[in-house]
């Protein structure tokens, strides 16, 4: 089979936000400035409304087109991830993002917890149980079982992009147990090396994240869920990144074949 990728926020959700409508004054910032003008509020509804239909403009074919180059070269895009800001889009844009997924041909979509807003895990389950198109909520240290299961309560396809070295950092044990328990709703996993009680990044094989035991359990089992490299360890003197993310893979290969 050919390679796999996570596509890096190739979303219209994350584009920039329009610039004023011409001629039309910014509203004024801090905490005593005086309230927008109704031709402010007006110009700043209109700029919003052209940005909408941006990010709506693109057409399906293109996205096809998009992925048939990237199947011709040998990469299977699985994974497309979409910086979403609490709150969410609108339905619209919603249905949209969904839609380009599917179109270049991924499982899952990743996005980051919303820890301050969960019920926006019940809105997207929703839309996602509709496409048949998983969710992969990506967590920081702050992010612990609980907060995975309350999402998977809410829809089938809420599912979980388990980082193995923040999840070492943040929850002090290993996501061993979580792996073997929820297997069949981790969408992909973020594999780096962390320390504990929210210890530093460090090279593989270095830290207390259980890298290998991650892995094997992934072969051993046939379990479906895409492993990345994610490089974040500063990069030693006398080396540079590439040379360094040659050496994360080359350790995940030792550990897969031992």
């Not at 019920?119 to 198109?133: C, F, P, S, W, Y």
């Not at 540079?240 to 893979?249: F, G, P, Q, S």
Request: aromatic share 8%; proline share 7%.
């Amino acid at each position: 089979g050919g390679r796999s990728t996570e596509a890096a926020r190739a979303s219209p959700a994350a584009a920039p936000a329009a610039a004023p409508a011409p001629g039309a004054a910014a509203p004024a910032r801090g905490r005593n400035a005086a309230p927008p003008s109704p031709e402010q509020v007006a110009a700043q509804q209109a700029s919003a409304e052209a940005l909408r239909k941006w990010r709506l403009s693109a057409p399906m074919s293109r996205l096809k087109e998009f992925r048939k180059k990237w199947s011709r070269a040998g990469v299977a895009i699985q994974i497309v991830k979409f910086d979403w800001i609490s709150p969410l889009p609108s339905d619209d844009i919603l249905e949209y993002c969904f839609e380009m997924a599917k179109a270049l041909g991924a499982r899952a979509i990743s996005t980051e917890v919303p820890l301050a807003r969960m019920d926006d895990t019940k809105r997207l389950g929703e839309v996602a149980d509709k496409h048949k198109i998983w969710v992969g909520y990506h967590g920081h240290a702050a992010v612990n079982a609980a907060v995975w299961e309350r999402a998977f309560s809410y829809a089938k396809y809420n599912g979980a992009n388990l980082d193995l070295g923040h999840f070492v950092a943040g929850n002090n044990t290993s996501p061993i147990p979580f792996m073997k328990q929820h297997h069949d709703r981790i969408t992909h996993m973020h594999v780096k090396d962390r320390k504990l009680q929210n210890g530093p990044n460090v090279p593989f094989g270095q830290g207390d994240t259980p890298i290998k035991e991650a892995l094997q359990l992934l072969r051993d089992n046939k379990w479906k869920i895409q492993a990345t490299v994610e490089f974040e360890y500063p990069v030693p003197a006398g080396s540079d990144r590439m040379t360094e993310i040659a050496k994360c893979v080359e350790y995940c290969k030792s550990c897969l074949i031992s």
